[in-house]
């Protein structure tokens, strides 16, 4: 359901578009002049600017060799991109690019404009080879090199199309629409000019043109968006979240390999793979959720790493990301936003400081204690674009050297339908106390080459950690688990 009232809330977090000109520009890719919505030396700047807001929301991955080796494998596929080309102007010659790896458990890659490239730990783990990365990495830096971004800002702004779209309501890297509330304007703008299908296809050309230009065998990146399919059969969904504007897995499967083929007729020999350096790279990586930072269960979310609990209601969605937890009903027409405090002192001042924005009407605020924790409470009132009324039910609480604060709000006709579930999650913030959940561990990837022959399923154990199942680790393996591993092959099995 989209729902306008969101969509005016949204536009009120939002600060004006970024586009406000046009720029013709000669394109990195094709050499030829064409109009962008902005400047190279722009899209620098908000990439720049952007690429913080993207390491707060998400997170990054906290292992530098794995991060290191991301990033030399990228530099590689940079290297025989249009941005580093003979004939390429010295401002993009100049740029430099950065390569990061975001701790999260979806798999995703996506990049900034003007030199900002993301993959995550969803996405390392069900790779099978180095060739598969470097199609993966040449596909970002192909929409860098290309300047997609910037070809749609101005696309929509000839077309006075709002920058937005349809992105309230959608997902973005699995999060409801509503997570953009808690990221800054330009990061969300950017992430919201979805990029076409044609787009899409000029960069899988360029991922494999880059690819092969290393001697990769980019005909690899075939199986990789089998797995996508996997996924997405598995899910139920039609395709998989960072395909969600892309062409269909399926097709691309059939696409890659003639890509590569071409490229071999060029007469450059694709005969890397480096799957033993791959897979040396990425064991022990996490695999899934990292319930240390954070989970559901029964009702209640609970963060073993910052030891504290509290419920949220029954059915609603929780997303869980470095810098919130957001909650959405299923209707989407109420939602509760928790996050730390880390500019206030108190559990007041954090209230008040909610309340002194521009277009906030606080009806009144109290101290107040709950579970032996110094908390505040308010409530407060604010008018969309369309004249709709939003009430607020806000909560902040001071718990072992931080300040939490929950940002609870609906419409206000509406507002009294919920009340009761805003205090009840809000009041029950408390102390995490529970010893098998404190000592709770992610389960992570033991990669090793096989001592025998088997199946797959039989190399797995009988009890699988956390929620992980075996169809789980078959895809991530890229294989059935009926096929037969041979001693000395590479296989990747979860463990906690």
């Known amino acids: 359901m989209r729902l306008s009232w969101m969509r005016n809330i949204v536009f009120m977090v939002l600060v004006g578009l970024l586009v406000s000109s046009c720029v013709v520009q000669r394109s990195p890719v094709t050499g030829q002049k064409r109009a962008y919505g902005y400047s190279w030396e722009e899209e620098v700047k908000l990439g720049a600017q952007s690429d913080k807001q993207i390491q707060q929301q998400y997170g990054l991955y906290n292992d530098e060799a794995l991060q290191n080796y991301v990033d030399e494998v990228a530099q590689d596929v940079l290297a025989t991109s249009h941005m580093r080309g003979e004939g390429t102007e010295e401002k993009y010659k100049n740029t430099e690019f950065y390569f990061r790896v975001l701790d999260s458990p979806v798999i995703n890659a996506f990049a900034l404009p003007g030199g900002y490239v993301y993959v995550t730990r ?19 830096i192909g929409h860098v090199a290309a300047r997609h971004a910037s070809q749609r800002a101005f696309e929509q702004q000839v077309g006075q199309l709002a920058l937005i779209g349809g992105a309230v309501g959608g997902e973005l890297m699995g999060l409801p629409g509503g997570d953009i509330l808690q990221m800054g304007s330009q990061a969300a703008q950017l992430m919201f000019l979805k990029y076409g299908r044609d787009d899409e296809r000029e960069s899988d050309q360029l991922g494999v043109e880059y690819a092969a230009k290393q001697h990769y065998m980019a005909s690899e990146g075939a199986d990789f968006f089998t797995t996508l399919r996997r996924m997405s059969e598995q899910s139920g969904q039609s395709i998989p979240t960072w395909q969600s504007t892309h062409p269909d897995p399926s097709a691309r499967a059939n696409t890659i390999p003639q890509l590569a083929e071409e490229w071999r007729q060029k007469g450059y020999e694709q005969n890397v793979t480096d799957r033993d350096q791959f897979m040396r790279a990425i064991d022990d990586i996490v695999f899934g959720m990292n319930p240390r930072q954070g989970f559901t269960e029964n009702g209640i979310f609970y963060h073993p790493d910052l030891a504290f609990q509290f419920p949220h209601p029954e059915g609603w969605q929780v997303v869980n990301q470095a810098s919130a937890v957001q909650m959405v009903n299923e209707e989407q027409n109420a939602i509760i936003v928790f996050q730390i405090d880390s500019k206030n002192d108190s559990p007041q001042a954090s209230v008040k400081e909610f309340l002194n924005q521009e277009g906030i009407t606080s009806t009144g605020g109290s101290g107040t204690s709950s579970n032996g924790l110094n908390a505040y409470r308010a409530t407060a009132n604010a008018e969309s674009q369309d004249g709709s009324k939003v009430q607020f039910y806000l909560y902040s609480a001071e718990y072992n050297g931080n300040i939490y604060r929950f940002v609870c709000y609906t419409l206000a006709d509406q507002f009294d339908s919920y009340q009761n579930q805003f205090a009840e999650t809000t009041g029950k913030f408390r102390e995490l106390n529970d010893s098998d959940i404190l000592n709770i561990r992610p389960a992570k990837l033991r990669v090793y080459q096989a001592d025998r022959s ?24 890229q294989m059935e688990l009926s096929d037969r591993v041979e001693a000395g092959t590479w296989i990747k099995i979860p463990r906690q």
């Open 122 to 140: 969803g996405l390392l783990g069900h790779l099978r080879n180095e060739a598969q990365l470097a199609v993966v990495l040449g596909h970002e």
């Open 454 to 477: 088997g199946t797959l399923q039989s190399f797995l154990p009988d009890n699988l950690p956390l929620d992980i199942t075996a169809e789980d680790v078959a895809i991530a393996n």
